[in-house]
T-cell receptor, first 113, second 116 residues
Framework: GENVEQHPSTLSVQEGDSAVIKCTYS??????FPWYKQELGKGPQLIID?????GEKKDQRIAVTLNKTAKHFSLHITETQPEDSAVYFCAATPDTGRRALTFGSGTRLQVQP | GAVVSQHPSWVICKSGTSVKIECRSLDFQATTMFWYRQFPKQSLMLMAT?????????EQGVEKDKFLINHASLTLSTLTVTSAHPEDSSFYICSSKGQFESYEQYFGPGTRLTVT
């Protein structure tokens, strides 16, 4: 099955700096890669996703890049703000009917004001 | 994005009792719903996949007789934790996948279960 590794486990940045979180996956059949933001005591919120036919996707301060050859994808947050502080999870799923997500271990991002 | 609700948001029960958690897809029809469990400071672990009108598919190591899943309609799936024990205390989260070829999954707010 799919295995997703995520780094770093914790990340502390100053407000206004950029933050980068990286994930690798093992199943070459995976073709959908979402990123979720989870605040304490809440469910994960989909913030951006990318499919295998695209190398990069951007939505305001958030961008995701995908390298299918190397089997890794990254989340980039620019101009970080204190409200970006949360746990971020990457995930991957292969092109099967069930499309269950396999999650990375999570990154706790702390943006220092 | 789509809206998924869960009820209750938190529940405390005594060991040996059963607890039912509801997951509702509020603004779209969900052919498939997923149930996850999350322990403190850990990632989400898939428990089972619930398809409307058919039996749920459980992940390895998840007891189907203990975690009963029912997906009776396109907008409602329920998870019943039977004969709960303290080790079942966790954060249970459901997600909904849209119809047909939709990739996106939208998560509910989660249910905090504490078994005393």
């Amino acid at each position: 099955g799919e295995n997703v590794e995520q780094h770093p486990s914790t990340l502390s940045v100053q407000e206004g700096d950029s933050a980068v979180i990286k994930c690798t996956y093992s199943d070459s059949a995976s073709n959908y890669f979402p990123w979720y933001k989870q605040e304490l005591g809440k469910g994960p919120q989909l913030i951006i996703d990318i499919r295998s036919n695209v190398g990069e996707k951007k939505d305001q301060r958030i961008a995701v890049t995908l390298n299918k050859t190397a089997k890794h994808f990254s989340l980039h947050i620019t101009e970080t703000q204190p409200e970006d502080s949360a746990v971020y999870f990457c995930a991957a799923t292969p092109d099967t009917g069930r499309r269950a997500l396999t999650f990375g271990s999570g990154t706790r991002l702390q943006v220092q004001p | 994005g789509a809206v998924v609700s869960q009820h209750p948001s938190w529940v405390i029960c005594k060991s040996g009792t059963s607890v039912k958690i509801e997951c509702r897809s509020l603004d779209f029809q969900a052919t498939t719903m997923f149930w996850y469990r999350q322990f403190p400071k850990q990632s989400l672990m898939l428990m089972a996949t619930s398809n409307e009108g058919s039996k749920a598919t459980y992940e390895q190591g998840v007891e189907k007789d203990k975690f009963l899943i029912n997906h009776a309609s396109l907008t409602l799936s329920t998870l019943t934790v039977t004969s709960a024990h303290p080790e079942d205390s966790s954060f249970y989260i459901c997600s909904s996948k849209g119809q047909f070829e939709s990739y996106e999954q939208y998560f509910g707010p989660g249910t905090r279960l504490t078994v005393t």
